[in-house]
């Protein structure tokens, strides 16, 4: 079994299961930690799925989409695809509310 990578901070955990295959994102995704999930996020590959899941976030800002927007935007860069899934509704609301839902979450 390949090791699970985790990078965190005492209020976000930002992983990687398995072989990279796909991205967990749980805690708090707010305003004091979306930089800093950022900046880590930067140290690992780009999932090889492209799935990111969402279903544990925790808290959530206006600033939880500009970090999606910013994974997007180095997918693109990096001509890669990736989803969003297990989006919980308050995510899916902000990102309606701000005009992005269809760049975040295509149909």
Not at 20 to 39: I, K, M, N, P, Q
Not at 58 to 86: N, P, Y
Request: hydrophobic letters at 45%; one cysteine or more.
């Amino acid at each position: 079994m390949i090791p699970k990578k985790t990078l965190h901070d005492s209020a976000h955990v930002f992983s990687v299961t398995g072989d990279g295959e796909r991205w967990v994102c749980s805690g708090s995704l707010v305003f004091d930690t979306a930089r800093h999930a950022l900046e880590r996020s930067r140290a690992l590959a780009l999932p090889a799925s492209g799935e990111i899941d969402c279903a544990q976030l925790g808290s959530l800002d206006s600033t939880s989409v500009a970090f999606l927007l910013a994974l997007k935007r180095r997918a693109v860069a990096e001509q890669r695809t990736i989803t969003f899934i297990h989006t919980p509704p308050a995510l899916l609301d902000l990102a309606a509310l701000y005009g992005v839902a269809e760049l975040l979450f295509p149909q």
